[in-house]
């Protein structure tokens, strides 16, 4: 499977596309969000996006529901809807037409364009591709349980990632089923789908569909 950037990611459905054509890997941009979104932010349109908060961007055509909440520094695209309870921990860039929905958490994210996040997902230390979705009760694990630096794993390669916290990578249009889990160092290529209630590790060809109990075909 091809992991680069490049193969996993359309880098124009992000405000962070410059800056992630720079990495052969998309997980090793990950150290560098917050100060992006730093940068990104204050050479954002007044005119265009609020500041209710200091290094908090939310775009005039945005919804935020009252009860969310928007950790600095956190930008919010043109006609995204931030549901009720929703909490961005920080160092998240969200796009345009993406939703963050009821009690779901980012953490150290960039969410492309038209990303779906809609309810109870935990999505941290991860890149979220454009029309991208996380089914009902999907999560990122972005630590490993023996706290060892993260390994991805495609096939019989094994790359050093040299990092703690690494949840995911998904790449465009992947469908990732309810209450599925992601583990530490999961990559996925563009348009794959995995089950609901699946525990996925690894990396995912792009065109797959993960089935229960692990079970790997490629679309007809």
Known sequence: MELETKE???LSHTLAGEYLAGFQYPWQALDGIKELILT???????EEYDQPAPQVWVHKTAVVFPTAYLGAPC????????????FIRGSALVGAHCV???????????LFDNVQTPHYNYVGDSILGYKSHMGAGSITS???SDKTLVTVKNGAE???????KFGAIL????????NSVLNPGTVVGRGSSIYPVSCVRGA???GSIVKTGGVMVQRS
Not at 100 to 110: P, Q, W
Not at 171 to 178: I, N, T
């Open 142 to 144: 972005n630590v490993k």
């Open 8 to 10: 996993l990611l359309d």
């Open 171 to 178: 790449g465009d249009h992947v469908e990732v089923g309810c």
């Open 204 to 206: 995912i060809p792009a």
């Open 100 to 110: 963050v929905g009821n009690s779901v958490e980012l953490k150290n994210v960039i």
């Open 40 to 46: 990104l932010g204050a050479a954002l349109p007044p």
């Open 158 to 164: 094994r790359i050093e990632t040299g990092r703690k």
């Open 75 to 86: 930008i919010i695209g043109p006609e995204t809807e931030v549901r009720h309870c929703a």
